[in-house]
């Protein structure tokens, strides 16, 4: 059974492979991994309510973790109401095929419905060929393209 719940401080080693396999997936290790400063304030993030960062895990029933999700709100110039951006959501590889990124995908909705949020959105790279396949069952694809541009 996999059942979704907030993060807690207590589980930072348990999260902590997790989201290296999440940076790991997008080419985030060894040269290009993540500063260990960016990992230290996410994590801080999380726990601290004046930021508008959170974070859910799925867990077996024994209270390991199988995978993560991270989101945050902000303001929309084409909504009242905040919008959520699901950011990282992460899978063990072993464990993958189980329902784990579903259960936490709509543990997402969840909260944001709860909150008042009406959009959920996130991006993903186009090689993701399995996580499309599930995104397209649980989202619509609305043919946006993603650009970027790191100010130095």
Known sequence: MIETR?????????????WEG??????RSGETALP?????????RFFDTAEPVYALV??????????LVHYLYHRSTTRIEL?????DLFT????????????????????????????????????NGAGRALYDKVA???????YSHDVA
Do not use: M, S
């Open 92 to 127: 063990a590889p072993e464990l993958r095929g189980r329902g784990i990124a579903r259960a936490l995908i709509e543990a997402v909705y969840a909260v944001a419905h709860e909150t008042g949020v009406k959009r959920v959105y996130w991006q993903t790279h186009t090689t």
């Open 22 to 27: 999440y940076n790991a997936f997008y080419g």
């Open 36 to 44: 260990a400063a960016v990992t230290e304030t996410t994590w801080a």
């Open 140 to 146: 619509q694809h609305l043919g946006f393209i993603v």
């Open 83 to 87: 919008t959520c951006y699901l950011q």
């Open 6 to 18: 907030p993060l807690q401080p207590t589980d930072r080693a348990a999260w902590q492979p997790l």
């Open 58 to 67: 799925a867990v077996d029933e024994h209270g390991q973790l199988l995978g």
